[in-house]
């Protein structure tokens, strides 16, 4: 078999996940001419195909929209090079080099893997929500909010996400109730001001959700409780939107990479992980700073190490 035969393969960089750390990881590994072949997932693009507008990615004065921009990275990185197969990533074998990697029952092999999985929502489980999710209980502004046309809608959480969903939904609901456990938010300065003077929001401080109601027709509210007494209240909504962070996509590892205890991976030298050869970058990695423009300087960071790993190696 020559190396051409695609069963003999060994491919240099195999990037998993496409997010901005995933596809600045793949321009540049294509720049560098190392042929990354890129795993996507069945939603590639990551997080931002679920945001509406990015206005703090330096470069686009007016902003810029989640999925245009993922659309533009992505295109710039294959006109480099970059292969891109919309394919998730079962699990990976990294016992022995080359890794291998499992996708839809095929088996890739690679001298190098730069992980960028991202994360995905995490949900609240309060009593009934398993049976309201996609009833009226949504994770995404963005993918869901235009069902809840003249709703009264609750947002949960006290972060970014929750102020940029709650104002996005304004365009939707005659009414927004962000509901936040404390009084002291996470959120920017400038979201949390923006939520806070806009005539269709308002804010609970305070409350958390105990239990979501819903009758044949979907959700009909949620109990909200104070969690200083105990006292409960009821609020009155047909859609809630829960937006109260993020973990990380590491599951498919299996152990094989070592993470902290809430399965972020964690990085050894510079880039790359407790395997060597084995690279991550973006929100997989990141407790801190959780940015477009962070994973995207990480996705650098990540096919910067990997290069110089492989020509040290003389791969
Ligand atoms: P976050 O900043 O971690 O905020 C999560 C919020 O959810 C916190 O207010 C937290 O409350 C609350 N929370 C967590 N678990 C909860 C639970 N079980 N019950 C009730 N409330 C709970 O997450 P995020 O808002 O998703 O933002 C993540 C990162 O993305 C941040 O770095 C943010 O700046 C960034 N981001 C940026 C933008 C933007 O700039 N356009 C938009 C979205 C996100 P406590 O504070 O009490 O822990």
New binding site residues.
């Given amino acids: 078999m020559s190396d051409d035969d695609p069963d003999n393969r060994i491919e240099r960089v195999i990037i998993i996940g496409s997010g901005p750390a995933g596809y600045t990881a793949g321009l540049y590994a294509a720049r560098a001419l190392l042929e990354p072949l890129m795993f996507a997932g069945y939603m590639s693009g990551g997080q931002l195909m679920l ?1 509406s ?4 990615y330096p470069g686009y004065p007016q902003g810029i929209g989640g999925p245009e921009m993922m659309m533009e990275l992505r295109e710039q990185a294959e006109r480099f090079g970059l292969r891109v197969e919309d394919k998730n990533v079962e699990r990976i074998d990294t016992t022995e080099r080359p890794f291998k990697v499992y996708v839809e029952g095929e088996e890739f092999r690679a001298d190098a893997l730069i992980i960028c999985t991202g994360a995905e ?2 949900w ?2 309060a009593e009934n929500e398993e049976a309201q999710k996609g009833r009226g209980i949504s994770t995404c502004a963005t993918c869901d909010g235009a069902f809840f046309r003249d709703h009264e809608i609750m947002v ?9 969903e709650a104002t996005f939904l304004t365009r939707f609901a005659t009414k927004v109730t962000i509901v ?3 009084e ?5 300065k400038v ?1 949390l001001e923006r939520a806070k003077q806009h005539p269709k929001i308002e804010i609970k401080t305070f409350r ?2 105990k239990a979501w109601l819903s009758d044949d027709s979907g959700l009909t509210g949620a109990i909200l409780e104070d969690p200083r007494d105990s006292s409960t209240e009821e609020l009155a909504i047909t859609g809630a939107f829960i ?4 973990k990380p996509i590491t599951a498919f590892l299996d152990g094989q990479i070592e993470t902290d205890q809430e399965g972020y991976i964690l990085h050894k030298e510079f880039t790359m992980t407790s395997v060597e050869g084995v690279f991550a970058a973006g929100d997989v990695v990141d407790t ?4 477009a423009v962070t994973a995207a300087g990480q996705g650098c960071q990540a096919a910067m190490d990997a290069e110089r790993w492989l020509e040290d190696l003389g791969l």
Wanted: hydrophobic share 40%; proline share 0%.
């Fill in positions: 945001t507008d990015v206005e703090n929502a995490i609240l489980d949960v959480g006290g972060g970014d996400s929750a102020m940029e936040h456990r404390r002291v938010f996470r959120a920017s979201m958390s959700v937006a109260i962070g993020h801190r700073y959780r940015q």
